[in-house]
């Protein structure tokens, strides 16, 4: 599903060159849910924008799905991200003057569908996320985690290969937190979708069924629930 190879990014800060991934390969199976680890600066939000299509590696290879992504044009990997990929933040990144409705139904009306041929599949998702009654509400008029749960319908109403979460529980407290992890990995277990969710909570990583450890931008550990290192 997922294929990195001798991935290499660099930043720059003034004179000064800052690596971020250094030589990273990995693979994903399709339908797997993998935590990535690390520290900050460790270089796994980097990794997750590079998968999903936001940044270009300076060197290496990353294909999706079987789509070889330096081989996408601009507008093509505009639209791989539209349709085939997720995108849950800690932010959330609702629009502020949107219902809760129309959030969800955001990455349909930019591929081309109206608001009332989006409908069914947003009332759908937003029911299995529990806020089938609160469609109507601005970001304003709700609770972090009732954002969140937005923030995942919202990502999944393209019915992507991919999602990917970027410390989706960061902006929760504990037993919320917990509630949308419960829910992400049910979700992508009920859509046989696959995520990759960075986080520096050891206990939100418990939730994935591989755990990858970052540092200095090298892969540094590889775990397979609690069976031990991978081979």
Known sequence: MIRLRNVVKTYRQGRAAVPALQGVSLDV???????????????KSTMLHLIGG???????????????LGRLSDDELTLFRRRKIGFVFQFFNLLPTLTAEENVALP????????????????????????????????DELSGGEMQRVAIARALVVD??????????GNLDSKTGEEI??????????????VVMVTHDARAAAYGERIVT??????????CGEEGERP
């Open 160 to 169: 992507p290969l991919l999602v990917l979460a970027d410390e989706p529980t």
């Open 214 to 223: 970052l540092k200095d931008g090298r892969v540094v550990g590889d775990l």
């Open 54 to 68: 936001l940044d270009v590696p300076d060197s290496g290879s990353i294909s999706v799905g079987g789509q070889q």
């Open 108 to 139: 349909l009306l930019l591929d081309g569908k109206s608001l009332h041929e989006a409908r069914p599949r947003v009332e759908s998702l937003l029911e299995r996320v529990g806020l089938g009654a609160r469609r109507c509400h601005k970001p």
């Open 29 to 43: 199976a399709e339908g797997a849910f993998v935590s990535v680890m690390g520290a900050s600066g460790s270089g």
């Open 181 to 194: 992890l419960h829910l992400m990995k049910e979700t992508a277990e009920q859509a046989r979708q696959t």
